[in-house]
């Protein structure tokens, strides 16, 4: 069975705090995409990142930076310094490299809340 | 501009009533796919097409309909079979061999009155 888990429901932040969205997921399968994608009040999906199975480095964009563990199943996003438009949905979500369909398993979502 | 383009944004059906979504996209990509969002909740496929003319069911298939017939249009119809039908349906695409990045369109929502 494939899973996505993001504990936290809400998370509320004064600006310029730092945050951290976690990401844990099951799969059976060995090659994998894991990605993150943010949903603002209008609600299109924006994709963040995508990173795959094999490549265990972290990744920094700006302010956003992302914190892959194959050993823990876990792949949790940071936002440093975060601003009110920050402010979002974000999910994360897992889908198997090969698997034709382009099914993505989403977790349900963690809803950012970047005050003023 | 390239993108995918959903219409239209809001959308009320009366009980009994077949709706259809539009979802169109410029980006040359060969998969399609419809999502299904309720509130506080993450989004559950509702069907998927990788090719012209062909589809497949996702895990909430039932009450909906979808054709294929050109690359750029996946049009989702919302039968009066959906028991459940409000919601906020995301159309998406992507390259079928570039990895799987799935890009999404802005949304429609569905409000049966």
């Known amino acids: 069975a494939q899973k996505v888990t993001q504990a936290q429901t809400e998370i509320s932040v004064v600006e310029k705090e730092d945050v951290t969205l976690d990401c844990v997921y099951e799969?059976?399968?060995?090659?994998?995409?894991l990605f993150w994608y943010k949903q603002p009040p209008s609600g299109e999906l924006v994709f963040l990142i995508r990173?795959?199975?094999?490549?265990?480095q972290n990744e920094i964009s700006g302010r956003y930076s992302w914190n892959f563990q194959k050993s823990t199943s876990s792949f949790n996003f940071t936002i440093t310094a975060s601003q009110v438009v920050d402010s979002a949905v974000y999910f994360c979500a897992l889908t198997p490299i090969y698997n034709q369909g382009g099914k993505l398993i989403f977790g349900q979502g963690t809803e950012l809340s970047v005050k003023p | 501009d390239g993108g995918i383009t959903q219409s239209p944004k809001y959308l009320f059906r009366k009980e009994g009533q077949n709706v259809t979504l539009s979802c169109e996209q410029n980006?040359?990509?060969?998969?399609m796919y419809w999502y299904r969002q309720d509130p506080g909740q993450g989004l559950r496929l509702i069907y998927y097409?990788?090719?012209?003319?062909?589809?497949q069911k996702g895990d909430i298939a039932e009450g909906y309909s979808v054709s294929r017939e050109k690359k750029e249009s996946f049009p989702l119809t919302v039968t009066s079979a959906q028991k459940n039908p409000t919601a906020f349906y995301l159309c998406?695409?992507?390259?079928?061999?570039?990895?799987?990045?799935?890009?999404f369109g802005e949304g429609s929502w569905l409000t049966v009155v």
């Open positions: 097409s990788q090719i012209v003319n062909d589809f």
């Open positions: 998406a695409s992507s390259i079928r061999d570039r990895g799987n990045t799935i890009y």
């Open positions: 980006l040359n990509h060969d998969a």
């Open positions: 990173r795959n199975s094999f490549d265990e």
């Open positions: 799969t059976r399968d060995t090659t994998y995409y």
